[in-house]
């Protein structure tokens, strides 16, 4: 976890991962993992952690779950459901700025993620595990993923090309672009199992932020769920 020293022009920033300590002046946060893996001389000392980020625009640093492992790394993780230890049936403000722990179960936070994603193009990936079949693994790609500000109510601006990377016959279900995140507080009753991108009328093919349980890819019912970003290129 991040400590600061905020004496003065050169204050410095440490913060640790599982591999070591990490040290940056503070006018030169990374703007996300993939900024931290460049920045490492030796790429092979970057380790899975929590490390301090601060993406363009945003007032203050904030802390994030770097995966530096999964195919190069570089993945900041925006999302993680493992056993359903947090509950996400939360209002819109929870979503806004984010609950959970990062090691643990989490939403990072509608805000952050606004900033994050319109730095530069993102590729979102997501990583599940299906419920009942155990080992049968699904990842899911999509090229440029995009959100917009709260004025906008963080719609999906870029969901765009489609991989299922595992081969596992994962189809494109996430829906259409333009949908507004709804939480509990929104007016759709798909909202009472967690907040996500909903079409007005109609509850989406996906909710990954469904009661524990409830987590579902079209037709297919999860038990774990890994969304994470990282730049295109």
């Known amino acids: 976890m991040p400590w600061q020293n905020r004496g003065g022009k050169n204050d410095i920033t440490m913060f640790r991962s599982l591999g070591g300590l990490f040290y940056y002046h503070q006018s030169e946060y990374p703007k996300d ?19 301090v980020i601060k993406p363009e625009g ?11 492992t999964t195919d190069g790394g570089g993945w900041t993780v925006i999302q993680r459901r493992i056993d359903g230890g947090i509950d996400f049936a939360r209002g819109l403000d929870s979503y806004k700025n984010g609950f959970g722990f990062l090691n643990h179960e989490f939403w990072l936070g509608n805000e952050h993620l606004a900033y994050l994603t319109n730095q530069k193009e993102y590729t979102l990936r997501i990583d599940m595990e299906v419920s009942g079949d155990a080992g049968i693994v ?3 790609t999509y090229d ?12 999906l601006v870029k969901l765009e090309d489609f991989a299922d990377v595992s081969g596992s016959r994962f189809a494109d279900e996430m829906g259409a672009l ?7 507080d929104g007016t759709t009753a798909c909202t009472l199992d967690g907040g996500w991108w909903y079409n007005d009328a109609s509850c989406a093919k996906v909710n990954l932020n469904a009661a524990y349980g409830s987590l579902t890819w079209g037709s297919t019912r999860l038990k774990h769920v890994e969304m994470k970003v990282r730049p295109s290129s």
């Open 178 to 184: 333009s949908q507004s995140f709804l939480a509990m």
């Open 33 to 51: 993992c993939q900024d931290i893996l460049n920045q490492c001389s030796d790429p092979a000392e970057i380790h899975n952690g929590v490390y």
């Open 144 to 155: 440029w993923f995009q959100i917009s500000d709260e004025n906008s109510n963080y719609k």
């Open 138 to 140: 699904a990842n899911v």
């Open 58 to 68: 945003l007032t203050e640093p904030t802390e994030v779950f770097c995966d530096q």
